[in-house]
């Protein structure tokens, strides 16, 4: 278990169309064991900055440390789920989840994490261990990607809108499962959603994003009693936090909306 | 709601393969139904001609019937009736010349060009010293290689499988290549975010990922060898059904002409049918994810 560091981090993508300030002068602690969710239009440097801890890109101003140490590369100790889950579709499921587990990198770390067994029980899948991915549906395949990255038990774990590509019913089946794993073994997570109910329904803190440039625009600690539950959505306090949420994220994106219209204006005169 | 066990019922549906039953026939009824249909066509052809033909309608030497043509096949093989005159009993010899060649143009052809292809698919490098140079290369007929490799090697062996090995190199290189350049962003990234050095990156990602495309390359290429075998053996070597087919051409022997272009063509098709064999042992994964499968 990890804590996650990130210090006046800057990011500016340089191109022949020009550069895009995707990221300034963010400041940002989750705590061991914390879940934060950053939530934000789109357009406001969430997965930048998530690319950024998990070491897939770099920062051009400021530092991203994990555990005190400069992320500089990706790496095992921070397990990523994407969006589109990242199965091996030549690898059955056994297989995808014990990936990581075969490699030299991970042969020489101790890892607590549950066997590759115990956790295709755990994500329902030890009926079809011997299926191809291409076998399963959309929620199966984020279960088996979610299992094959807690096998080679990272200290911290960044999801990348993970439930964004599949149906209300499944993402919603799907956000009480995650929350049951953690709440029995709880791990730093990073979650990038644009489900603001998603965010506070999961999250210890929400961490509302704003662009143009990427910034921090505000952080709102989510106090609502764990374990929590799915009823929980239906209280008022749920319903406020979610609501005041909402405004917030709602007014940046109309700003940001009216900034990009006013730059096209001034572009063409 | 929330127990992944109850996820996995509903699930199991969706991952349940869907027969479609067609209603009022059982499978017998379907196969032979099946069967018809595959030897329509053909079927119909070689009725018209055997009757176009018996009937006088043109002389029988400019194209014989199929029931000739038969008989000239089987004397080719077997050498027992004497119908094929000077060439009967001699398909063992040509085909196994026309299969070696085939074979061995494949294997340095197709082996070559998918090394090369995946090197160029893998590094900057190797695509700057090589690929404009095949991308040029490609554009050359191969038939336009046949003077400079009668020049370089003369009559026999040697050109013919040059010409074969320089058709299959082609489709090989530029399949292998695309089978490295496809491969998703996102398995590249679950690669390295899992820990994957440079050689596991290569064996469990890159390769696996590129094996479909290398597969429909060498397919290309069994194709393309049988192709240029007909063309090695009637210009640049002296055996082979190539070879039987166009001295046959010489003799007005239409019927060997004949007999041994459905030779050629039934010797491809199984060639290709082996590499399907083996793609699909290689690839079960592939059939899954592909329309067809």
Redesign the interface.
Known sequence: MAEVALDKVGKVFESRSGRVNALSAVDLRVARNEFVAIVGASGCGKSTLLNLVAGFEHPTGGTVRVDGKLVERPGPDRGVVFQQSALFPWLTVRRNIAFGLGLAANRSRTLKGPSVDQILKRVGLAAFANHFPAQLSGGMRQRAAIAGVLVIDPGVLLMDEPFGALDALTRSLMQDFLLELWEENRKTVLLVTHDINEAVYLADRLVIMAGHPGRVREIVPVDLPRPRRYALQAEPEFIRLRDHVTRIVRDEAAKAAATEAAGVESAAA | ??D??T??KD??A??APVEIERRGQSAGARRLTALLLYIAFPGAVLVIWQILASAGFYRRAILPPPTDIAVVLFDLVFGSLGEAGRYSGSWSDHTLNSLWRVFAGFAWGGGLGTLLGLLIGLSRVVEKLFDPTVQVLRNVPVTAWVPLSLIFFGIGNQPAIFLIGLGAFFPAVLNSTHGVRQLNR??H??G??????QS?MLV??IL??A?PSVMTGLRLSMGIAWVLVVVAEILAVRSGLGYLLNDAYQFYRNDVVIASMLSIGVLGFLCDRIVVFVRDRL????R??SYDG
């Open positions: 709601m929330s992944a066990a996820l996995t699930d199991a969706l991952a996102t398995l990234k679950a390295q975010m899992m820990g994957a050095n596991e469990r990602v696996p990922a094996l690839l079960e994964w592939n899954l994810e």
